[in-house]
């Protein structure tokens, strides 16, 4: 099982669903009975609608083409997945019903429900909050930002495991950063045969990733003044008895 932590100042689930729509690079369409699966063919506008360059013999041009004006006829599937490898990469699924209208060379895409699951569960997200919220400033910089964090500043990541409650790090075995978004970043506490992610919130949301280093910094110093680090403990070797 996960841990359960109250998630201070965290992104609202329209800005999330805006944040996981603007950095997918592939979606899964589902339409008129057949399913297809679209890499590097959508963007986004401004108001959350999604354009998608299909080819002249795509299943969705023709599904487009025949089905009402308005009526929900397709399902665009979208998935988070974490930069860094740890269990359960997935971080949420973004879900749109709606329907599609052709426009000049592309498919454009109008929902009428939004559905993001995340961990913690599953959000219908209101159609104006979608239409109006915008991605996090840092979504389109967070995979670089957190390789480099994981790959190049471990010692960083375990200093700040002393911001962590001790029952959270119980039995812990590897700690890895999962997710990392204006208002803070997210650790995820591998065990041996469990796995659960800690919030440590920014003192003010970082609006750009100058900002975003002046916040590691302030997180970083109250590590330094925390108590003594908690070792992890490693995996046994030989067994489980």
Not at 34 to 44: F, N, S
Not at 123 to 133: C, I, K, N, Q
Not at 192 to 211: I, M, N, S
Not at 223 to 228: D, F, G, Q, V
Request: charged share 25%.
């Amino acid at each position: 099982m996960g841990d359960s932590h109250s998630w201070a100042a965290a992104p609202s689930a329209a800005e999330r669903a805006r944040s996981v729509l603007a950095t997918a690079w592939s979606c899964a369409v589902t339409a008129d009975g057949g399913r297809e699966e679209l890499v590097g063919a959508h963007t986004v506008a401004e108001d959350g609608r999604v354009h998608l360059d299909v080819p002249d013999d795509s299943a969705l041009l023709a599904a487009a083409i025949c089905a009402p004006r308005g009526e929900p006829s397709a399902v665009l599937e979208f998935a988070d997945v974490s930069p860094v490898p740890v269990r359960n990469r997935i971080r949420a699924r973004l879900w749109l019903a709606g329907w599609f209208a052709p426009e000049d060379d592309r498919l454009a895409f109008t929902a009428t429900r939004v559905v993001l699951r995340q961990p913690s569960g599953a959000v219908v997200v209101g159609l104006d909050e979608f239409a109006a919220a915008a991605p996090d400033p840092l979504a389109t910089a967070e995979a670089r930002l957190l390789t480099h964090l994981a790959d190049c500043h471990s010692d960083a990541v375990e200093r700040l495991t002393r911001l962590v409650e001790a029952d959270s790090l119980h039995g812990a075995v590897k700690v890895q950063p999962v997710a990392i978004d204006r208002h803070g970043l997210t650790l995820r506490i591998e065990r041996a045969r469990a796995h659960g992610d800690v919030r440590l919130p920014f003192h003010r949301p970082a609006d750009d990733v100058g900002q975003l280093t002046e916040r590691m910094h302030v997180l970083l110093g109250q590590a330094a003044s925390a108590s003594c680090p908690r070792a992890l403990q490693r995996q046994r070797t030989d067994g489980d008895g």
